[in-house]
């Protein structure tokens, strides 16, 4: 089945810093990577996704990159602001299959 | 749109009790999952239906753990006898039929089993 690992499981940035969460598969038929934020005690919402036949997408302050050849993928967010603060997951997606990482803890100070 | 309806939000029960959670997905959409997520973890895959039929259950711990979707729309999921180690956030997920499509979550059961 594919394994999904994401680093670092937690991070803390300067509000304003950019954040940087990394996550690497291993199936190779994972094709649709989606990213989901999940604020305490409430339920993962996506907030941007990618598709195997693009390296890169962007939208406002957050952006994901893919390198399918390596099996990673990142998630970019910039100019952090403190409701940036949440767990992200990463996931990816073989036919029918979702699988999640294990979440990164992002704290925006202030 | 009301979006994914999970009841109830928390659940405390004592061990080798039984307990159910319901789920009722987003009008129109075919797949439905069901995670547990542990505190601290992702999300991990009990079961996804499509329609009425549970088409993966590889992950759903079948000696205590039961889920139902009749009629292709709202899902139960049953844990029976419940353990410690059940304790857990249980999220329903649904999503549109085919592939890469986005799965919308619930808010979650949160079970405490003591």
């Known amino acids: 089945g594919e394994n999904v690992e994401q680093h670092p499981s937690t991070l803390s940035v300067q509000e304003g810093d950019s954040a940087v969460i990394k996550c690497t598969y291993s199936?190779?038929?994972?094709?649709?990577f989606p990213w989901y934020k999940q604020e305490l005690g409430k339920r993962p919402q996506l907030i941007i996704d990618?598709?195997?036949?693009?390296g890169e997408k962007k939208d406002q302050r957050i952006a994901v990159t893919l390198n399918k050849t390596a099996k990673h993928f990142s998630l970019h967010i910039t100019e952090t602001q403190p409701e940036d603060s949440a767990v992200y997951f990463c996931?990816?997606?073989?036919?029918?299959?979702?699988?999640f990482g294990a979440g990164t803890t992002v704290t925006v100070r202030a | 749109e009301a979006g994914v309806v999970q009841s109830p939000r928390y659940k405390i029960i004592e061990k080798k009790q039984p307990v159910a959670f319901w789920c009722n997905p987003i009008s129109g959409h075919n797949t439905l999952y069901w995670y547990r997520q542990n505190l601290g973890q992702g999300p991990e895959l009990l079961i996804r239906?499509?329609?009425?039929?549970?088409?993966?259950d590889s992950q759903l711990p079948k000696d205590r753990f039961s889920a139902e979707r009749l009629k292709g729309v709202d899902s139960t999921l049953k844990i029976q006898p419940a353990e410690l180690g059940d304790s857990a956030v249980y999220l329903c997920?649904?999503?549109?039929?085919?592939?890469?499509?986005?799965?919308?979550f619930g808010q979650g059961t949160r079970l405490t089993v003591v």
């Open positions: 990618i598709r195997s036949n693009v």
């Open positions: 997920a649904s999503s549109l039929a085919g592939v890469n499509t986005e799965a919308f």
């Open positions: 239906y499509e329609n009425e039929e549970a088409v993966d």
């Open positions: 996931a990816a997606v073989r036919p029918y299959k979702l699988s």
């Open positions: 199936d190779s038929a994972s094709n649709y």
